[in-house]
């Protein structure tokens, strides 16, 4: 069955300081992964994907990921966070054959000034 | 519309009560999903349609649990005779492909639900 960790329940970071959140994720065949943020009463929304190809991937609000099969993970990094990207990051697993999505438990990223 | 919609924002109940809960997926998705959200536990998989037919139901937690989508639009969530574990916010997502696993899911803001 697929699982998704993310080890950091919270992070905080300064602002300006680089960014990087963790997701480990266990499933035997190739994975489709994406990081969602969810600001304060608002829905999820999409920052970036991976399904094939280029291993580092960029996303939306100046975000990146990569993607390391040796390693399970698909850690999500911004060079210079502001202080709106104060949130809750979720990363997530899919695959073929498989709608659903199965979310990591989250990383609430908390940017003191 | 110009996004996923759901209604209500907010529900208090009491304990043995039903609820429905409404999902307007944007227009034109067929792809329906319902999530459910509870405090450190991440988002669950709760149901995927697909039109109207609901090929993916293995997240619904008990029988108490419903739902239905109705002309490839609107779905409703139901619970019956809510329980306080069921306290919850209920996400819904749609996205515009054949519910293939690499469409993106556009998500709704949720219905925080509350049992007494």
């Known amino acids: 069955a697929q699982s998704v960790t993310q080890p950091d329940i919270h992070i905080t970071v300064s602002e300006g300081a680089s960014l990087e959140l963790r997701c480990n994720y266990s499933y035997g065949a190739t994975p489709y992964l994406f990081w969602y943020v969810q600001s304060p009463g608002q829905g999820l929304q999409l920052l970036l994907k991976?399904?094939?190809?280029?291993?580092l991937v960029q996303g939306i609000k100046g975000f990146e990921a990569e993607f390391k099969r040796s390693q399970s993970s698909f850690n999500l990094r911004k060079p210079s966070v502001h202080w709106s990207d104060a949130a809750e990051y979720f990363c997530a697993v899919g695959s073929t054959g498989f709608q659903k999505l199965v979310f990591g438990t989250g990383t609430r990223l908390l940017v003191s000034p | 519309g110009a996004g996923v919609s759901q209604s209500p924002s907010n529900k208090v109940t009491e304990k043995g009560k039903d609820v429905e809960l409404r999902c307007d997926p944007i227009?034109?998705?067929?792809?329906l999903y319902w999530y459910r959200q509870s405090l450190g536990q991440g988002l669950e998989f709760l149901i995927y349609?697909?039109?109207?037919?609901?090929?993916?139901k293995s997240g619904l937690p008990s029988d108490r649990f419903s739902a239905e989508r109705t002309g490839g639009s609107v779905s409703t969530l139901t619970i019956q005779r809510t329980q306080q574990e069921d306290s919850a916010v209920y996400l819904c997502a749609s996205s515009g492909g054949a519910g293939r696993s690499t469409d993106t899911q556009y998500f709704g803001p949720g219905t925080r639900l509350t049992v007494l």
């Open positions: 227009s034109g998705h067929t792809a």
């Open positions: 991976y399904f094939s190809g280029d291993t």
């Open positions: 349609f697909q039109g109207n037919s609901a090929p993916d």
